[in-house]
């Protein structure tokens, strides 16, 4: 088992940052990918970004480049998600999770947080 409790989201002006955190404990947390996802009101849950269980390969969501930056601290059983520049099409709840794969897909990934609220006023 791995629990995984997300913190960081809050309330931010368009154009402003967050920076997301998802703790982890539990299994060995070096050993999954790391995924952060999110689902805004009434729409389906979509993949943002994930990072390798060493951190070297990194991907992201068309809507995530260039101004997400996902990364992990191993030590730290932590992994970050570096929001920029942030849009009221930004607002939703966003989920960390945790996969023995690097994947896009939703179904790949094995153990998920409760879910941090982030929302861009404009």
């Known amino acids: 088992q791995v629990q995984l409790v997300e913190s960081g989201g809050g309330l931010v002006q368009a154009g402003g940052s967050l920076r997301l955190s998802c703790a982890a404990s539990g299994r060995i947390f070096s050993g999954y990918a790391m995924g952060w996802f999110r689902q805004a009101p009434g729409k389906e849950r979509e993949f943002v970004a994930a990072?390798?269980?060493?951190?070297?390969?990194?991907y992201y969501a068309d809507s995530a480049k260039d101004r997400f930056t996902i990364s992990r601290d191993n030590a730290k059983n932590t992994v970050y998600l570096q929001m920029n520049s942030l849009k009221p099409d930004d607002t939703a709840v966003y989920y960390c999770?945790?996969?023995?794969?690097?994947?896009?897909?939703?179904?790949?990934?094995?153990?998920w947080g409760q879910g941090t609220q982030v929302t861009v006023s404009s």
């Open positions: 999770a945790a996969s023995t794969v690097v994947a896009g897909d939703a179904a790949h990934y094995d153990y």
């Open positions: 990072i390798s269980w060493s951190g070297g390969g990194t």
